[in-house]
């Protein structure tokens, strides 16, 4: 299943994001995948507010990866949030972990997951942010049929 969105502004992708988080189940492992710029932290942060830890939010690109504590309906939850634009090899990957902690987060968020093919399999949903003019983003969210 494929939902397209058009967003004109960071507000709107925000809500879009939000809105998508409230559709997540426990264990899902999300690919957020976009060029340099095109709104992927942006997206987070509308998730992060959905689970009351957006100030936690900091693109994880120079830490490649951030665990974020939130909460839902009064229960606390663990947010993991990887960006692999800077990992080199897939031996690096297994280095630091993704694996285990792909499978003990609430939710797990992964940027530039496209990178490593052979993790493909574990995403049950890819989040896909393309530029569509200065502003504006198209957000395309596809799930697999179940």
């Known amino acids: 299943m494929t939902e397209?969105?058009?967003?004109?502004?960071?507000?709107?992708?925000?809500?879009?994001?939000r809105q998508f988080a409230a559709s997540l189940q426990p264990g899902e492992i999300i690919s957020l995948s976009g060029q340099l710029g095109s709104g992927?932290?942006?997206?987070m942060k509308g998730i992060t507010e959905f689970f009351n830890c957006a100030e936690q939010l900091?693109?994880?690109?120079?830490?490649l990866f951030n665990i974020y504590q939130g909460s839902l309906e009064c229960e606390e939850v663990t947010l993991h949030h990887f960006d692999l634009y800077r990992i080199e090899s897939l031996r690096e990957l297994e280095a630091?972990?993704?694996?285990?902690y792909l499978s003990i987060g609430y939710l797990s968020f992964v940027e530039w997951g496209e990178?490593?093919?052979?993790?493909?399999?574990?995403?049950?949903?890819?989040?896909?942010?393309?530029?569509a003019g200065d502003e504006s983003r198209r957000i395309i969210i596809k799930r697999p049929v179940r």
């Open 96 to 100: 630091i972990g993704f694996d285990e």
């Open 4 to 17: 397209e969105h058009l967003s004109y502004s960071e507000q709107e992708t925000r809500q879009i994001a």
């Open 58 to 63: 900091s693109s994880p690109t120079f830490s």
């Open 115 to 131: 990178r490593f093919p052979d993790y493909a399999s574990l995403y049950t949903v890819s989040v896909s942010l393309e530029y």
């Open 40 to 43: 992927k932290t942006v997206f």
